[in-house]
């Protein structure tokens, strides 16, 4: 049932709808969803940055397909977090009992996205990336690990309402608008999240600084990002070669296409010198840099074709 996807969120997602019987191309949900076209650093590049994510701004682009959320979610550290785990077990086991499986963080030690396909009196059944067909225990007791208070969430999604259909078109504009708006978007208040363009400036001024790169595993973080956002940006090739050939009226997508092309030919060749975990970050930061140039350029060009595309398109 989970869709495996290096994004696991979007390998969830797709999951639960599936689920509930809507099925779709992953490239196509990461393309809707905006997944496909989104970068979240924070100034430690570390692996939780892809998963800092704004779901006032998520949530509007996933019900362009026709379906509406519930999400519940606390950190360790909140005054109400055993209230909200509280309730995030309960909303699971009520989706669970009518035969929905929940989106659900962090489960069996992994802190990345899964699905909760059955839940018990002290166990759920999980889906993840690395066992996506065959569900495996984890104690209810036990979610989220304390091990991981420091980056940790209890938090779950739950299914409210599906649509007999959707507007494709609706979605599909909706999500160029929201490549759009992602790179030229600034960085959070507090400077601790960069986005998009910035994000990418921010991440090759880094590299190639002289300055000793954070934490005591570094080339774990950066690898981490660039195999998420290599995933991304080849499904974001791909939704948009789709939507080139839908729009013909919109005839700069196939260029935005080809850009995006080029953007997941230069993350290739920089996961190529940086595969997870990383181990080698230093010896090889200033050409994984070199690759993020390249890759910046690339999909700055193809933004610029997508804004072209949008005025055919209102």
């Not at 998963?51 to 379906?67: D, I, R, T, Y």
């Not at 989220?144 to 959707?166: N, V, W």
């Not at 196939?254 to 092309?261: D, L, P």
Request: glycine residues 8%; charged residues 25%.
């Amino acid at each position: 049932m989970f869709k495996p996807h290096r994004v696991t969120l979007v390998g969830a997602l797709g999951g639960l709808l599936a689920a509930a019987g809507r099925e779709l191309p992953l490239s196509y949900l990461m393309g809707t969803t905006g997944h496909a076209f989104r970068l979240t650093l924070d100034l430690i590049i570390s692996p939780s940055a892809p998963v800092e994510l704004n779901f006032h701004e998520v949530f509007p682009l996933w019900e362009n397909l026709g379906a509406w959320f519930k999400r519940v979610a606390a950190r360790p550290a909140d005054e109400g977090f055993a209230a909200a785990r509280d309730e995030a077990i309960r909303r699971i086991r009520e989706a669970t009992a009518q035969g929905r499986p929940a989106i659900v963080y962090d489960l069996l030690n992994v802190p990345e996205y899964g699905l909760v396909t059955g839940c018990s009196d002290d166990q759920f059944l999980c889906l993840t990336l690395a066992n996506p067909d065959e569900p495996q225990p984890m104690r209810v007791a036990d979610w989220p690990p304390e091990s991981h208070a420091a980056f940790t969430r209890a938090e779950a999604i739950t299914l409210l309402d599906l649509a007999p259909d959707f507007d494709r078109r609706r979605a599909e504009v909706a999500s160029l608008r929201f490549a759009i708006d992602h790179f030229w978007a600034p960085s959070s208040r507090d400077m601790w999240l960069q986005h998009g363009q910035g994000a990418y400036q921010f991440w090759i001024g880094t590299l190639r600084s002289s300055l000793p790169l954070h934490g005591p595993e570094p080339g774990l973080g950066h690898s981490y990002n660039l195999l998420l956002l290599h995933r991304a940006r080849r499904d974001a090739a791909a939704y948009l070669r789709e939507l080139a050939e839908r729009y013909p009226e919109a005839h700069t997508l196939g260029r935005a296409a080809t850009g995006y092309e080029r953007v997941t030919e230069a993350l290739a060749e920089a996961v190529e010198l940086l595969p997870f975990p990383g181990a080698a970050i230093e010896e090889v930061r200033r050409g994984v840099a070199d690759c993020l140039g390249r890759a910046l350029k690339a999909e700055q060009e193809g933004i610029e074709e997508i804004e072209r595309a949008m005025r055919a398109l209102r």
